[in-house]
């Protein structure tokens, strides 16, 4: 923190607010402790220690701002981001943490409690916002963050890994879908809460970090987008190994041979048949061997901190779950090195996972298949497919097989890796192709680089058939879905995300 600051009241009302935070605090008290556990170093320690500092320092000159305004709308929002210089969507990023934690409450003037209209469950227009700031005492206020045990317990973990990928004690264990904690280990900082997809994702803060051109379509079934196409690879070892179009593997292609990535995460088939496990993908032969849809649940982010990932450039293809928790960690951003090198999100459709023993083996014994004689399995037209070494086709109805699913992804509203870079599937394309999405400008550059290095060939959504209509149709299922369950669980007083 060797910058300039004028030192004001205010400015130390705020820092020690800050300093004052449970995060901050238990993460000083336990400092030797995390150096030894050797996750991070000293250095390491202080990048994440001055700019967790540096967010809610900043967090609380926002609340102290509100608190002593008379204003209460969205101009307040406005003013406060000009007379800071910072952007706006950074400013609404800060509300929502504050109305998160408890220290005030937003009120929408123009939602209808009896809106019918899906998408608007899961979005909140800030331009109609009345801010209504909770002024007793902040000591009582302040909120705890806990660890994720209570996100494991309440069944609503989507296994994405990343807080056991960002743990400074490297104490939690994220195994086939479920996880748990070293309570000997963990010092209670409250980090893995703070990063966890399931714990808090304010999805409208998300759209708005996604949506950084005016060519961007806003379709909320799809979550914010570019431009929509379907395609398949050419590269003929891919297209041998892949399960649809290949789309996603030649990505992880093009970037490791023009050296735009050093490394990637994703999953690949691990000892037992058919079970992924995290991978880092390196070369050719690794994405050869990680190619292939995976029904069962595979925490990849949690490699995060297990490799020297520091100064590496890296890219994740992972599920909806994982781009969420990317993204999140990105805006919410506290300097966790291996976070800061995730260079690309590559987001894949999902409607739902398995564990393994509860799932999919159990899928696998309705059919009467050997695990030995499976070549590949998919999803289409509403049925779960195994495609057998003999060229048999066995196929078992998706609602047959609904409650095999993992109770944990009832509640998970994205079909579509609504906030990768790109985001590709098989729901929408035809046979052997993929439906991409492409999302960010640095989507469309990869996307583009594919075309004129002729590794893919593609053509608009529009010109296919099911095409955009089928993966709309199902992208809204899969939102009114979640907000059942999402309601069911409020009625049964059980935990359930902030979204
Ligand atoms: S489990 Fe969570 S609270 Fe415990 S040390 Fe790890 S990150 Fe911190
Ligand atoms: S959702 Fe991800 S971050 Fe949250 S508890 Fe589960 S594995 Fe950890
Ligand atoms: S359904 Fe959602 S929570 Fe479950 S694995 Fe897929 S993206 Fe993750």
Not at 422 to 450: C, D, H, Y
Request: proline content about 3%; hydrophobic content about 35%; overall charge neutral.
């Amino acid at each position: 923190m060797n910058k300039k600051v004028d030192i004001s009241w205010n400015y130390l009302e705020n820092v020690t607010e800050a300093l004052d935070s449970y995060k901050i605090r238990a993460f000083i008290d336990a400092k030797d402790e995390i150096i030894d556990c050797g996750v991070y170093n000293e250095y390491q320690f202080f990048e994440i220690l001055f700019k967790m500092i540096d967010e809610e320092k900043l967090k609380f000159e926002l609340y102290n701002y509100l608190k002593n305004n008379q204003d209460n709308g969205f101009s307040i929002i406005k003013q406060f981001s000009e007379e800071k210089k910072i952007k706006i969507k950074k400013v609404l990023s800060l509300l929502e943490l504050l109305e998160i934690e408890g220290l005030i409450f937003l009120e929408d003037i123009n939602k209808s409690n009896q809106n019918e209209d899906i998408n608007e469950i899961f979005t909140k227009n800030f331009e109609d916002i009345l801010i209504k700031v909770k002024k007793s005492s902040l000591k009582e206020l302040k909120t705890i963050y806990e660890p994720v045990k209570v996100i494991f317990n309440s069944n609503i973990c989507a296994g994405c890994g990343i807080c056991a990928g960002i743990c400074p004690m490297d104490c939690i264990n994220i195994q086939n879908g479920y996880g748990e904690i070293d309570e000997n280990k963990c010092i209670r900082c409250g980090l893995c809460y703070f990063v966890c997809p399931r714990s808090f994702l304010p999805a409208e803060i998300l759209n708005i970090y996604q949506n950084k051109t005016s060519n961007i379509k806003n379709n909320k079934n799809l979550g914010p987008y570019l431009e929509a196409y379907v395609a398949r690879t050419k590269v003929k070892e891919i297209k041998a190994a892949c399960q649809d179009g290949g789309v996603s593997s030649t990505c992880i292609l093009y970037l490791l041979n023009t050296n735009e990535i050093d490394a990637a995460l994703g999953a690949k088939i691990g000892q037992n048949p058919w079970c992924p496990e995290p991978t880092i993908i390196k070369n050719k032969d690794d994405i050869i061997n990680s190619a292939g849809t995976k029904y069962v649940n595979n925490p990849n982010l949690k490699l995060l901190n297990k490799f020297n990932l520091e100064d590496k450039k890296i890219a994740v293809i992972g599920v909806p779950c994982m781009m969420q928790a990317l993204l999140k960690s990105k805006i919410y951003n506290i300097n966790i090195p291996s976070i800061n090198s995730v260079k690309y999100r590559i987001g894949i459709f999902c409607m739902e996972s398995f564990s393994y023993e509860q799932g999919f083996l159990k899928i696998c014994e309705k059919l009467n298949v050997d695990l030995r004689d499976i070549k590949k399995t998919n999803i289409d037209k509403g049925k779960f497919l195994i495609h057998t070494n003999n060229d048999d086709i066995l196929s078992i109805p998706i609602k047959e097989i609904n409650h095999l699913a993992r109770e944990d992804c009832e509640v998970c509203f994205d079909l579509t890796s609504e906030s990768a870079d790109i985001s590709i599937g098989s729901i929408g394309a035809p046979l052997g192709w993929n439906s991409v999405l492409i999302r960010t400008q640095k989507g469309k550059e990869l996307f583009e680089a594919l075309i004129n290095n002729d590794l893919i060939e593609s053509k608009p959504i529009e010109e296919v058939k099911p095409g955009l209509e089928l993966l709309k149709k199902t992208a809204i299922g899969k939102k009114k879905n979640s907000y059942k369950h999402i309601i069911k669980k409020l009625e049964q007083n059980k935990k359930v995300p902030i979204y």
